[in-house]
T-cell receptor
Framework: GESVGLHLPTLSVQEGDNSIINCAYS??????FIWYKQESGKGPQFIID?????DKRQGQRVTVLLNKTVKHLSLQIAATQPGDSAVYFC?????????????FGTGTKLQVIP | ETGVTQTPRHLVMGMTNKKSLKCEQH?????MYWYKQSAKKPLELMFVYNFKEQTENNSVPSRFSPECPNSSHLFLHLHTLQPEDSALYLC??????????????FGDGTRLSIL
């Protein structure tokens, strides 16, 4: 079946360094990809998204890269801060009329070392 | 402050109880979702409502019963739950319709514990 997965369950990064979180997807029908951040006791928070007609998109301190050839997605966080500590989920979205059918990965826990 | 509000934040109930979870979105979206989040598992989609009509029931047991009275409110009615139903239940909303490639916005969830 189709699946979305993450290569690393836990990532420890020194404060100030850059973080890279990777994700693999397998549904060739997916045309929209999203990264979410979930802090303890809270729901997933939207970080950045990218459509399949793009290969890179930048936000504030975050960049998402999409490689459709190998079905790979990554989230780069520049100058990682303690407040970035959380679980990060990638998600792929298959277009269906009226709503998105979103499949989530299991998540990567980012630990920022002060 | 989240645009999606869920109540209660925590709920403990026995297997024979009946309770309801509530979700309200203030974002003007027309699609709403219920997800189940269990430890070490990906988010599981349970139900989808688009323009108040249920468009997906992802093989969820009948002890979970959703209700969407309008595009801003979503309920999940619970009865005769099992211990394995203990989890974080998340509500989300999105623009839906022809603007379906828009991110879903989540509430902070209801932590449900079944005794």
């Amino acid at each position: 079946g189709e699946s979305v997965g993450l290569h690393l369950p836990t990532l420890s990064v020194q404060e100030g360094d850059n973080s890279i979180i990777n994700c693999a997807y397998s549904n060739s029908a997916s045309d929209y990809f999203i990264w979410y951040k979930q802090e303890s006791g809270k729901g997933p928070q939207f970080i950045i998204d990218i459509r399949s007609n793009m290969d890179k998109r930048q936000g504030q301190r975050v960049t998402v890269l999409l490689n459709k050839t190998v079905k790979h997605l990554s989230l780069q966080i520049a100058a990682t801060q303690p407040g970035d500590s959380a679980v990060y989920f990638c998600a792929e979205s298959e277009p269906l009329w009226g709503y998105q059918k979103v499949t989530f990965g299991t998540g990567t826990k980012l630990q920022v070392i002060p | 402050e989240t645009g999606v509000t869920q109540t209660p934040r925590h709920l403990v109930m026995g297997m024979t109880n009946k309770k309801s979870l509530k979700c309200e979105q203030h974002l003007g979206h027309n699609a709403m979702y219920w997800y189940k989040q269990s430890a070490k598992k990906p988010l599981e989609l349970m139900f989808v409502y688009n323009f108040k009509e249920q468009t997906e029931n992802n093989s969820v047991p009948s002890r979970f019963s959703p209700e969407c009275p309008n595009s801003s409110h979503l309920f999940l009615h619970l009865h005769t739950l099992q211990p394995e139903d203990s989890a974080l239940y998340l509500c989300a909303s999105s623009q839906g319709g022809e603007y379906s490639n828009q991110p879903q916005h989540f509430g902070d969830g209801t932590r449900l514990s079944i005794l």
